[in-house]
């Protein structure tokens, strides 16, 4: 498969298939809760919001949570998953967009991902995503127990979470389940969430990485730095069998037998 | 007066001079509701929030809102000023770290600036902010009018806003009370709030733009951009009487007369 042919603007690429929203997995699946959007109007304002997804297994992850508007919706699709606020270990804003980040507050007690700064209350870790690292998450490795100061309350929480040396290096090795890496260029600092073991094999839940499944004529013009932002883009279809994007459905990425180096 | 001394490593500049948190003005006060911190730990992490300002005058503006633990601190800090968040008009999020947009979703029928992203509702306006010219609240100018549909209501609000052509043209000539300018560096979309007119002169709630009164050895080392952060610097003490920075009390920026060309 040519990688770089997804990344050039011209007809869509049929090797990129939009797929549903659930894609079951052990340990972790992965359920798009709100799937994005972003629709030009004809006054030159754009009605956007963000694709919001849940990982579900040792821990609970939020991916993105929608713009501040839309609490209530976002509250709603948890329940009917059966999940409360405070069920949610993690909460990942991909990048610092407001259509990213506007419902941060629902989640006081989770440990708080945006871009590449990871926080538990007001104490912000040294993550070294900012360096390249990623950021494993329910390891099989390590054991970080933190004490959160929190509402009058002391909170013993279990945060499975380690680090690694180099950027993908978590895919290959120690860190089997889920990963943040980062993954620049929309923003100086965006993430994207890497979850192995899935149905459909390695899902990167990848923000504004992807507007959606055909979006080569358009993700330049949304980009800081598209040159950043290519290179992020060709490391995620080489590593993933399905991508997550920011404004669209869950698209997989067939590749040929013998393809892809 | 030398500018650029207060941009130079080195001992605090003695024109720099912090005061207290509140700034009476006609037609805006500006009144910091939380005063930010940035304080190294032992162990290699940092405890963090940010400045917290509210604007009070012919619209009601927050600037930053705080990290996402700090909903119900932030609530009652407006409440001792009888502003609940309903009346809030207009939400002002420096640029998108977790520790300044923490708490979007408390406003959800606000006008929400993030960075040089202007939204209502899910609809995002073609602001100019990202091309370098500022966004004017409450101008003498203009009104426009927006429906938004928000928790089964339409409700229909008059935020008066305008654009202008140069970045910094509002504070010289139409917007005479409080404008958005781009003041990029410390991430590639930063903005600041000025406020003319106060009983100090002109203040600039400036987010990270300044760490603090005296962070010449501190800013550099936190910004994704320092050459174009510094020169934002510059721009802000030319025109700034007071600073409200993003980790730290409000300085009053003290010039010698005939000095500062």
């Known amino acids: 498969m ?3 042919a997804a990344l050039r603007p011209g007809p869509p690429d049929p090797e990129l298939r939009e797929i549903g929203p659930d894609i ?28 919001v997804s ?5 821990s609970t992850v939020l991916v993105d949570t929608g713009g501040p508007w839309g609490s209530e919706r976002l509250l709603q699709r948890l329940r009917e998953r059966g999940v409360e606020p405070g069920d949610v270990h993690v909460v990942v804003g991909t990048h610092g967009h407001s259509d990213h980040i506007g419902n941060l507050s629902l989640f006081p ?14 104490r ?4 070294g995503l900012a360096e390249g690292r990623p950021f494993c998450i329910d390891s099989h490795v390590g054991f970080i127990l933190s004490i959160l100061h929190f509402r009058h309350f002391l909170l013993l929480q279990t945060h499975r979470m380690t680090y690694f040396n180099s950027k993908w290096e978590a895919t290959e090795s120690k860190c089997k389940n889920v990963s943040v890496v980062a993954t620049p260029g929309h923003t100086g600092r965006d993430v994207s969430v890497l979850v192995r073991g899935t149905s459909m094999g390695t899902v990167i839940v990848a923000g504004d990485l ?16 598209p040159a950043v932002q290519e290179t992020s883009r060709k490391e995620a279809l080489r590593m993933a069998d399905v991508i997550v994007p920011g404004h669209g459905a869950p698209f997989q990425v067939h590749r040929q037998l013998g393809a892809g180096s």
Chains 1, 2 share one sequence.
């Open 210 to 225: 992807f507007e959606c499944c055909h979006d080569e004529d358009t993700w330049r013009e949304l980009s800081e730095n």
């Open 54 to 58: 849940l990982l579900r297994g040792p």
């Open 2 to 4: 040519d990688l770089a």
């Open 109 to 122: 007690g989770a440990t708080i991902i945006v871009g590449c700064d990871v926080s538990r209350g007001d």
């Open 24 to 51: 079951p997995g052990e340990p972790y699946s992965v359920s798009v809760l709100q799937q994005g959007y972003n629709v030009p109007q004809s006054d030159g304002s754009t009605c956007a919001d963000c694709t």
């Open 124 to 127: 912000y870790l040294e993550s």
